[in-house]
């Protein structure tokens, strides 16, 4: 069975951790990264344009992207034909291009007006979902120790000292909730033991919360 195959919006791509489990997954053989020249010309104008950032440091992480990933690329995703046309993928959204190209399971995107109807998604055996839905997904379907497992061994190759490994999870619930429970009470750091418990005792997905359990 194949893994999950994800496309990463460019509005995800620019939250440096966000991005970072993301690729520590795919790293670790756990989901299939997809990505396109398009994309990532994407992801440089929000960094140099919106964002304000050196773009010596823009093309370096595209750059980086494209040598961690080789084979992640979609040549001739820029364009889009077939039944979601006329569907504006090639101007308006390189990662929808990408995911309709690749028959990917899974678009992670912040924003969610750039796409089609859940409804036309779906003959396309095709979701969007935010970054944390998609990482709670993750952890039903991975098991929460390898979501976990996965983060530890991202932060300890970082050399991340405690005080900044829990800031770094204090950030990371703030967009996945779920997943960042699940590593905190792997990690037993300060205070999430017991939001695992809180967690555990709450009105949550069954599947989610058998999966959290685990730890």
């Known amino acids: 069975m194949r893994r999950l195959r994800v496309v990463l919006d460019a509005d995800v791509l620019v939250d440096a951790q966000v991005r970072d489990i993301f690729l520590a997954l795919a790293e670790a053989d756990l989901v299939e990264l997809r990505w396109s020249g398009a994309l990532l010309e994407e992801l440089r104008a ?4 919106d964002m304000g950032r050196q773009s010596d440091a823009a093309d370096r992480l595209c750059k980086a992207l494209r040598g961690a990933f080789p084979l992640g690329e979609i040549m001739g995703a ?46 396309r055996d095709l979701e969007v979902m935010a970054p944390g839905e998609a990482l709670a997904a993750l952890v039903e379907i991975l098991g929460a120790q390898q979501v976990a497992g996965v983060f530890e061994d991202l932060t300890a190759a970082l050399d991340v000292p405690p005080a900044e490994l829990l800031r770094r999870l204090r950030h990371f619930e703030q967009v996945a909730p779920i997943a960042a429970i699940a590593i905190g009470a792997h990690l037993d750091a300060p205070g999430y033991p017991g939001m695992l418990r809180e967690y555990l005792l709450g009105s949550r997905p069954a599947d989610a919360r058998a999966a959290v359990s685990d730890l």
Do not use: F, K, M, N
């Open 46 to 49: 929000i960094l140099v344009d």
């Open 78 to 123: 820029e364009s889009l034909a077939g039944p979601l046309a006329p569907v504006p993928a090639a101007t308006d959204s390189p990662a929808l291009a990408v995911a309709l190209s690749c028959e990917a399971d899974v678009v992670v995107a912040h924003d969610r007006s750039r796409y089609p109807t859940d409804e036309v998604l779906a003959a």
